[in-house]
């Protein structure tokens, strides 16, 4: 337990304890929706962030980023997707090199049709246990979290060149 030596037992209580849940949370959600629906967490959310895309594209090098992604894990994760037909690939206008993930029709479709029960997932497992005020609280402490995070990415990027 060296490593939690640096820690007070109230930061490391915190920390396992949403260690834990997160995990288990996740993996709960994940298995409801592939049983209900045959997508995993991960095909929900890369599809989830097609439909609020402009025209439902977005540059594999920025769905990557918002997937928090490796560009080879992307393009393995786009590849699995349009081999079950819930997406396409074209190349991005003005780039020779850069293309767009696209969400096809079937894709659409299978997302609108898990919604409804991902959300009661979501619901039951998560947010009904929580008051008002809690989520209020998680709300904020994970944007500013992300924010932390994605400055500190960015920051890496830039020394990086």
């Given amino acids: 337990m060296a490593e939690s030596s640096e820690l007070r037992a109230d930061q490391v209580q915190a920390w396992r304890a949403y260690l834990e849940g997160s995990v288990r949370l996740e ?4 298995a409801a929706l592939r049983a209900s629906s045959g997508l995993s967490l991960i095909d929900y959310h890369l599809l989830l962030l ?3 895309a402009p025209q439902q594209r977005l540059r594999m090098s ?3 980023d918002r ?3 490796s560009r080879s894990r992307i393009t393995y994760q786009v590849n699995s997707m349009i081999k079950r037909g819930l997406l396409t690939r074209e190349p991005a206008p003005g780039d020779g090199r850069g293309y767009r993930a696209v969400l096809t029709a079937t894709g659409l ?3 609108l049709a898990a919604a409804p029960g991902h959300a009661r997932t979501v619901r039951e497992l998560f947010l ?5 005020d809690e989520l209020a609280c998680l709300g904020k402490i994970f944007t500013r979290t992300r924010a932390r995070l994605e400055r500190a990415e960015n920051a890496a990027a830039a020394e990086r060149g």
């Avoid at 009904?128 to 008002?132: N, W």
């Fill in 109 to 111: 479709e299978t997302f």
């Fill in 50 to 52: 097609l439909r609020e």
């Fill in 128 to 132: 009904d246990e929580l008051t008002e």
């Fill in 62 to 64: 920025e769905l990557a």
């Fill in 27 to 30: 993996t709960c959600v994940d």
């Fill in 67 to 69: 997937m928090v992604f």
